[in-house]
């Protein structure tokens, strides 16, 4: 991102409290906490590991959450039209579900601004909020032996293969699949937390590029990531 160092200074005078109003880099702070004390410590690293998962997911929830309330409050304030905002957040007196927040919000907010769903980010993030959800809404089918959720399998091979030295063999992708281990248990490690993470931000970076230079929305975020040292 441009000009991060210029508004690193001006990141010190940002403080969590009463007039806090963007807490997605507060969560995703706490998720790259959780991961670096993960691998400092060897005592119980998989509640690490989830906490990790579940707080990164968070984040982006709360983000685009933020974003599309933020630009309603502006609409609002200069008499413009909220209702293809307000259209993201709730329909049909429903709330809509995170991941069509992110497909829908880009393109309401600047025109012809969208993500590539058939591109390997748009498939992470989608993964990153299934793992929250599994997690979250725990099934009696997920204790079966040898399950992994399916939307998890191609990060799994692709992260956890990486280090492997055949991580194209047949043989080592069924192994890695079928291992005795529970999933979730799989899927607690560095590689995975990390994936998580940069996941997460690479998502909101991807989301503040497609704004304008002199969008303040987009400074704040910037100024307060770079804060965090996580840009």
């Known amino acids: 991102m441009s000009n991060v160092g210029q508004l690193a200074a001006m990141a010190q005078s940002i403080v969590f409290g ?14 790259s906490r959780s991961l670096r004390r993960c691998r400092r410590t060897r005592k119980e690293p998989v509640v690490g590991y989830l906490e990790v998962f579940v707080l990164a997911a968070i984040s982006l929830e709360a983000f685009v959450n933020e974003v599309c309330l933020e630009n309603i409050e502006r609409c609002r304030d200069t008499s413009k039209p909220t209702r293809d905002l307000e259209l993201v957040m ?17 393109g309401r907010l600047w025109r012809g601004k969208k993500f590539d769903k058939r591109g390997r980010l748009w498939r992470d993030f989608n993964a990153l909020i299934e ?7 725990y099934k009696s089918e997920y204790r079966q032996p040898g399950y992994v959720p399916e939307v998890l399998k191609p990060v799994i091979r692709r992260v956890l293969g ?11 992708q ?20 990390h994936w998580a993470v940069n996941t997460a931000l690479s998502m909101i970076s991807e989301f503040l590029s497609f704004a304008p230079a002199d969008d303040d929305i987009r400074t704040e975020y910037i100024v307060m990531l ?6």
């Open 131 to 137: 793992l929250r959800n599994l997690l979250v809404h």
């Open 18 to 31: 009463p007039g806090t109003r963007f807490l997605s880099p507060f969560y995703l702070e706490l998720a």
């Open 226 to 231: 770079s804060r965090f040292r996580l840009i």
């Open 174 to 193: 069924r192994s890695l699949l079928d291992s005795g281990r529970h999933w979730t248990e799989r899927i607690c490690c560095a590689e995975m937390g």
């Open 162 to 172: 990486a280090n492997e030295r055949k991580p194209t063999g047949v043989g080592f």
């Open 90 to 106: 709730r329909r049909n007196n429903r709330n809509v579900p995170v991941r069509d927040k992110w497909r829908l919000l880009p």
